[in-house]
């Protein structure tokens, strides 16, 4: 029959069992290792039958077993601690949580973050990969540490799909149904008690999108959904899907996750005092907010002011393509009504987000971001490198080391992925309470020696067993879908060999990962991975864009070859990759490989995951691993440079790919003493646990962003507001002055010295700024100096010149002694900047002129 509706009937229960549902909905259970152990214990077949679901799961749950369960005394004393807990991390006092004993003046303020994607567990996918998962976890950690925290999104009611791998390796998706009825989400309701519905206008038509709220810990997750009345059937289905469809829909997506956004926490009723921008596609929400402004009286410039002032946003992407940009049709098509309430003319509005390249212009979404945020960072060291040189033409004349970019690395949600034996271990040896000192690198230093070999790697090896049945359950399941024989099934129950080393490459199945590096030289790979006496075995899970045909042609090609008599049961391929399948393989595999070309991994994650459960890494030196890598944690593969050919980069990557599986880790992880303990190994196991679980930990990567960024921007949000937005219009007065008085600065420098110059001795210089509109107080003028490389020179220092005084001919001058500390070949230069101090960035204005 035609389903009219659909609804989620619950089994009469214990009252007592029933506190199970609060935590079902309420999405803490995700990551507290007793709480799944409770549904779990319930009916492991069924908790596994039903995706991890706790709402599917209680709801199919026949009475006499919670009957059952109410009579254990066991089972209920782990209950009872679990709902202990719960009830202490959602009603703490006062000054329980960081933030609120940090900063307390700042408590009743809001931070508003904006992903296209959120990773929170599996049973809600709405999320694709690592940017997903990044912003669950993002999410949960706040959560712990009491910031005052809104996520907006959109709820997918298909998701992300789901994929299935044919007998020839090809990938197939699938698209699940989500049930409202069987999902952790209620209505959001506004403060006029009534649920939450936004609109936005389209072109020819109006779209509407039910607010969804879910809760993540502490903190409220808004979702937007467009499968509502009254909207018509191609509209409904606009948010079907996280990233199908084609460009068209791809820019309603992005109108409704950012101005819809905006307009969804209106009318909930919350004003954010911090907002965040994680990665392009909200940014149309900076524009909204400008609206919001312009329609009180502001002009754009003054609105973009306030806007930036309080705004920030966070880059993940570091290839150009990788960045939405859209045809300007199509901006005309979806914003021709819009920029008029924005005060501005179509070719005003084009240029604030326009981006350039050979073939003529486009409308970037990085580039939008970038300019009406004040704040902006990349997500790894590199990756900041990377972000400032791929964007440095938005600041013309700067160097690339002072592109006002900065970096936060990334981080895991520790709770969220260390094994549930792992943490035990810890609260055995290291401290009861060890997750206090998640991010104390001390804590880590002085404690880890204290967790003997042979118990770490008893817990490592039990990990192991438990991924291997469950990998062997996954792929009996898989195999009898594509209708093997007896035969086949019954050598899966063997395949995998826990006395191998394992090896696990799990990741977006994306062409610059190169999951298909170690194939290069097949003949060493067999070579490698068919040693009776040292048997090594890798596991590989991904999805590739469904888009992607090179992305999947790579699992075709790895699949393919799990099949050959040459690596059969020594490759292994796992479909339908989620974050399930990822606490398995983090923390069971005993080696996590990352070959990605060389500056295209922005951070990358999972290999944080693994190293938090003692796995050590082997991967190129790029994102997290730059950073992470002391040489006694794990290997790097290559050399840490960029090539100019991509061949001949993956050529040298995979030489030292193989020589590193048989020259060191290997021969290391096979040395075992007379009780099988592998002592060298425990110490690379010891050393990746000590460096990267406080360096890389969520809880060290928010309290980075709540210190750099948040609270500065919550304090600035009270001071941008007052007097109707006094100072966004003082300052946005002041840039348009200097920008018309730019163009008539003329400078003359003396002091141009070539030569020799003694250690000691010194240097004047002076210049001459002649300007017919501008003061000494609008710029700062500056000596950049620096050593010389290769003929070029690195502008390493700046020093403000002094100004001395107004000459008889108008012009300004200033003067500065200049004694380098050091010896070598320097080279220096004269520059002028605008100077305000409301400016949140030396730079923002782009503006610059050199000698």
């Known amino acids: 029959m035609k389903v009219y509706g659909r609804i989620t009937v619950f089994p009469i229960m214990p009252t007592r069992i029933n506190r199970l549902y609060e935590l079902a909905y309420n999405l803490w259970w995700s990551w507290h290792p007793e709480a799944r152990t409770l549904y779990s214990t319930l009916n492991t077949d069924l908790w596994e039958q039903v995706g991890h679901n706790p709402v599917r799961f209680l709801s199919e749950l026949q009475p006499r077993v919670l009957e059952k369960a109410a009579a254990n005394t066991e089972y209920l004393d782990v209950y009872d601690s679990v709902i202990h807990d719960f009830d202490y991390y959602m009603h703490p006092r006062p000054d329980d949580t960081w933030f609120t004993h940090t900063y307390p003046e700042l408590a009743d303020k809001t931070i508003a973050y904006f992903s296209a994607e959120f990773g929170i567990n599996e049973a809600l996918p709405i999320y694709s990969g690592g940017l997903g998962i990044l912003s669950g976890d993002h999410c949960k950690e706040a959560s712990d540490l009491g910031l005052p925290f809104v996520g907006v999104g959109f709820l997918y009611p298909q998701g992300y799909f789901r994929q299935r791998v044919t007998r020839d390796g090809v990938q197939e998706a699938f698209y699940d149904k989500l049930h409202f009825s069987e999902a952790p989400a209620i209505p959001a309701i506004g403060p006029d008690g009534n649920e939450v519905v936004i609109s936005v206008d389209l072109p020819g038509r109006r779209i509407y999108a039910k607010v969804w709220k879910v809760m993540v810990g502490r903190i409220p997750l808004y979702l937007m959904d467009t499968d509502v009345a009254p909207n018509a059937p191609n509209d409904r289905e606009l948010s079907a899907r996280l990233y199908g469809g084609d460009r068209e829909i791809r820019i309603c997506q992005e109108i409704v996750l950012g101005i819809g956004g905006v307009r969804a926490l209106r009318a909930l009723g919350i004003s954010p005092a911090a907002w965040h921008i994680n990665e392009g596609h909200a940014a149309f929400l900076s524009l909204e907010r400008c609206r919001e402004l312009v329609a009180s009286g502001l002009s754009f410039n003054e609105a973009r002011e306030a806007v930036a002032s309080n705004a920030l946003f966070t880059t993940h992407t570091p290839v150009p393509a990788g960045n939405d940009t859209f045809n300007y049709d199509l901006i005309d098509k979806y914003f021709g009504s819009y920029w008029g309430e924005l005060g501005l003319t179509r070719e005003q509005f084009l240029s604030v987000a326009r981006e350039d390249h050979g073939w003529g212009s486009t409308y970037g979404m990085t580039v939008l971001a970038l300019r009406l945020t004040g704040h902006h960072n990349g997500v790894s060291k590199l990756h900041g490198d990377v972000s400032r040189k791929m964007w440095q033409f938005l600041w013309p004349g700067i160097e690339g080391d002072e592109v006002p970019i900065s970096y936060i690395t990334n981080g895991v949600h520790t709770f969220s992925w260390i094994a549930k034996e792992m943490n035990e271990l810890f609260g055995r040896y290291l401290d009861p309470d060890w997750g206090r000192y998640v991010d104390v690198q001390d804590f880590w230093d002085r404690h880890i020696d204290a967790i003997p070999d042979d118990e770490l790697w008893k817990t490592h090896v039990l990990r192991k067993e438990l991924l291997i049945e469950y990998a062997r359950r996954r792929l009996k399941s898989q195999h009898l879908r594509l209708g093997e024989g007896m035969a086949q099934i019954t050598e899966i129950e063997h395949m995998i060999d826990p006395n191998a080393l394992i090896i696990g490459f799990a990741r977006r199945f994306a062409t610059y990962k190169r999951a298909a590096l170690i194939f290069r030289d097949m003949e060493r790979l067999k070579r490698i991975l068919n040693d009776p006496k040292r048997p090594v075995q890798i596991i590989f899970a991904g999805k590739a864009h469904p888009a992607d045909e090179p992305g999947k042609a790579l699992i075709q090609q790895i699949y393919q070859a799990s099949r050959t008599d040459d690596f059969r049961g020594k490759i292994i391929f796992l479909e339908d990759y989620d974050i399930d399948m990822a606490r398995y393989l983090v923390a069971g595999t005993d080696l996590w490989l990352n070959n990605p070309i060389r500056p295209y991994e922005a951070s990358g994650t999972s290999g944080q995951?693994?190293?938090?459960?003692?796995?050590?890494?082997?991967?190129?030196?790029?994102?997290?691993?730059?950073?992470?890598?002391?040489?006694?944690?794990?290997?790097?593969?290559?050399?840490?440079?960029?090539?100019?050919?991509?061949?001949?980069?993956?050529?040298?990557?995979?030489?030292?790919?193989?020589?590193?599986?048989?020259?060191?880790?290997?021969?290391?992880?096979?040395?075992?003493?007379?009780?099988?303990?592998?002592?060298?190994?425990?110490?690379?196991?010891?050393?990746?646990?000590?460096?990267?679980?406080?360096?890389?930990?969520?809880?060290?990567?928010?309290?980075?962003?709540?210190?750099?960024?948040?609270?500065?921007?919550?304090?600035?949000?009270?001071?941008?507001?007052?007097?109707?937005?006094?100072?966004?219009?003082?300052?946005?007065?002041?840039?348009?002055?200097?920008?018309?008085?730019?163009?008539?600065?003329?400078?003359?420098?003396?002091?141009?010295?070539?030569?020799?110059?003694?250690?000691?001795?010194?240097?004047?210089?002076?210049?001459?700024?002649?300007?017919?509109?501008?003061?000494?107080?609008?710029?700062?003028?500056?000596?950049?100096?620096?050593?010389?490389?290769?003929?070029?020179?690195?502008?390493?220092?700046?020093?403000?010149?002094?100004?001395?005084?107004?000459?008889?001919?108008?012009?300004?001058?200033?003067?500065?002694?200049?004694?380098?500390?050091?010896?070598?070949?320097?080279?220096?230069?004269?520059?002028?900047?605008?100077?305000?101090?409301?400016?949140?960035?030396?730079?923002?204005?782009?503006?610059?002129?050199?000698?």
């Open 609 to 851: 995951k693994a190293a938090l459960n003692g796995q050590p890494n082997c991967s190129i030196l790029d994102g997290w691993w730059a950073e992470g890598y002391n040489g006694k944690n794990g290997w790097a593969i290559g050399e840490e440079r960029e090539y100019h050919d991509q061949e001949v980069q993956a050529e040298a990557d995979s030489i030292s790919l193989y020589h590193l599986f048989e020259d060191e880790i290997i021969p290391t992880f096979f040395e075992r003493d007379a009780s099988g303990t592998p002592h060298r190994w425990t110490a690379y196991m010891k050393e990746a646990i000590r460096t990267c679980t406080p360096q890389f930990s969520m809880r060290r990567m928010i309290k980075e962003y709540t210190t750099r960024f948040y609270v500065p921007e919550m304090k600035q949000s009270e001071v941008v507001e007052q007097n109707h937005y006094k100072h966004a219009r003082t300052l946005a007065t002041w840039k348009e002055h200097v920008r018309h008085g730019w163009e008539n600065m003329e400078m003359y420098v003396d002091g141009r010295r070539e030569g020799q110059l003694s250690l000691g001795e010194s240097l004047d210089i002076r210049a001459w700024i002649r300007m017919s509109e501008l003061q000494p107080d609008d710029i700062s003028v500056e000596l950049v100096y620096g050593t010389i490389k290769d003929e070029l020179a690195e502008a390493q220092h700046v020093l403000p010149m002094t100004y001395i005084r107004r000459e008889l001919d108008g012009s300004y001058r200033y003067e500065i002694h200049l004694q380098p500390p050091e010896s070598g070949s320097i080279a220096y230069n004269v520059r002028v900047v605008p100077c305000h101090p409301a400016l949140s960035e030396k730079y923002e204005l782009g503006l610059i002129r050199w000698a």
